[in-house]
């Protein structure tokens, strides 16, 4: 009797943790729109307050047959140039950066994204940066 109760009881925590893993990924993938155009309009309010010509136009959804760091690729105004929105670790918090990569590839700057991101850039080492660069550049 003892047993039977146990098992029962697991049974409904599991199926509590599945509804809820199912829900948090239903808003995730029904807000993922709202979440890039969010994106977007952050990225250029960043050009922005830096006196930066440079604005974000469009998602552009780049298909790779690679696993590539994960981020959002964005076409930049009146240029040939997109740029790929990431996020990097340094001493446990997550930085926005945005890579500016040329139509052939190459990655020509890296921006931080955020005042934060601003102050701790220096302190990223450099090949940490170049393993990112080479990974965007693989996309």
């Not at 590539?68 to 009146?78: K, P, R």
């Amino acid at each position: 009797m003892i047993k039977d109760y146990d098992f029962k009881e697991k049974l409904i925590l599991l199926g509590w943790i599945t509804a809820l893993l199912l829900l948090i990924s239903l808003i995730f993938i029904s807000s993922n729109g709202l979440q890039r155009k969010q994106l977007m309009r952050t990225v250029n309010n960043v050009f922005y307050y830096r006196d930066d010509s440079r604005r974000v136009t469009e998602y552009t959804l780049k298909n790779t047959v690679k696993s590539g760091i994960m981020g959002y690729w964005f076409s930049i105004n009146n240029s040939t140039d997109k740029i790929f929105v990431f996020t990097v670790f340094q001493d446990g918090i997550l930085l926005p950066l945005g890579a500016v990569v040329s139509h052939n590839g190459e990655v020509r700057e890296i921006i931080p994204m955020s005042e934060h991101a601003l102050s701790v850039f220096k302190n990223i080492p450099d090949n940490i940066l170049q393993i990112y660069i080479k990974k965007i550049e693989m996309n």
